[in-house]
């Protein structure tokens, strides 16, 4: 060996010797110990949480790890490291992991828009096996998050979530510098309903949520969640309100609202299962804006399969009554005035191979909303150059499966514009429909002896013990988590006595 080469060898092992001497396994047990630890750490750094409570902690990292390296702050015993008051954590330095706290009972102060009681304000962030449970502010009015992406490549993984019951989402994604995101086998469980626009369990803001044109977006992955009595606001879980985002293979069980594409474009709804277990308010998929892909999806018992929804005309006013959106932060050379739509103009949705069963209203609508709010809003364009194809809609009760709603004559310009919809290969069981075209669809009666479990083949819904901490799975399964059903959370008085009333039969 060259001495050049000895040299260089000994320089690499005096960095490797340094770099592990340079990493501490700090052991923690009161708040005051934490909040020096987490003061402190650097790349490597393992601060151990003894099992406890940790009251009014501002757990807030801002040194970076590496990607080998990250900061951890875990608890010895997962679930037994308790924060609670006033407590919130703060992750503002690159790679840095979370595993194992239990939020319980505590609150924090609402403040800027964006305030969170995990607040992600940097990159390659992970959350996992954590749990945030009735972290709840007095007043229904105090806003913040539980937990909100400032920063990008964050994820929370196999966490739990239960009992939110302020105003703003429970999970929310930045408007500006939050891409690449995700929220992956997570449980959110008995989320009380209230009144209250803007308390979706999963919002992602991005680019796109202007109706700009842009090639970016938010790029979020919600992947593998069991949303069960997670009712929120009740009109909206999951809200897709910018581009290029991904909602996969999720389970909705009994709980009011459906998953929403708002806005944006070029967002995949992939072989998800959403099962209203005649929970009044349960819906389907909703969608408006371009270029999506809703395909292999699974909905049952719900108040509606399927809408796709009609858009909104901004070029100009077609009566003196308009009265369009004006939003500051939308205004751009092109767009002077900042005017957004309602709802974007759906335009080549791929719409394909979903199941739509047993629903109590029309299983697909076609141009859904169309003329809503006339004429203060201008929803008249009807879906554009769809492909809706090999999907599936069966009624065992009978009614109204496919509604698909023809353009009024005064607009008839605005209708010739729009490209024609493709309808191939769709099968209809046991319906009607209203407006459909002759070809397209396949139209027969149920066939004997059918039954949902059959028709579910090979759909599987989650479980509760497919998702969230490990930790949290072993106590339910030892009957030493009641506060999973603690419905003290709900703000209506019968909430908190009795479940979700059900439709009549």
Known sequence: MSVTMRRLFTCLVLAVLTLSVAARDIAVKNAVELKAAASSAVGGDVIRLASGKYD???LRITHNGTQG???????VVPGEAILGGASEIDISGAYVVIDGLYLLNGAIASGAADRSVITFNS?????RNTAIVDYNPAGFETAYYWVFFGGSHNTVERCYFKGKNNLEPLIGNGLENAQYNSVVGCYFKNIPYDVGNGREDIRVWGSGKFDEKTTEGAYFVIQGNLFDHADGEGTEIVSLKSNFNQVLNNTVRATRGGINIRRG???TVKNNIVLGEGVAGAHGLRMSGANHVVQGNYVSGCDYGIRVSAGEFTAHALTPDYSPKEKNNAKTAKNALGIVTAYPQSKKLTLSG???VACDGPDLELGSDYKKHWPQEQMVLLPSDCDISGNRFVRPKGGLSIEVVAPDPQFASLSAK??????????VLGAKSKGAPTSGFKFDGLPSGWTEKREMGEFHPLKPEDVGPSWVIALRTAGKFEVEDDMSCSRDPA???????KKPK
């Not at 390296?69 to 608890?75: D, H, K, S, T």
């Not at 990159?123 to 959350?127: A, D, E, P, S």
């Not at 909430?495 to 009333?501: L, S």
Request: proline content about 5%; overall charge positive.
């Open 265 to 267: 474009a070029n967002n």
């Open 56 to 58: 009014d902690v501002k």
């Open 418 to 427: 729009s490209a024609p919809n493709r309808f191939t290969s769709n099968v």
């Open 123 to 127: 990159h390659h962030g992970v959350v």
């Open 354 to 356: 979903n199941t739509i």
């Open 69 to 75: 390296r990250p900061i951890q702050v875990v608890a």
């Open 495 to 501: 909430a908190k006595k009795a479940k979700k009333v």
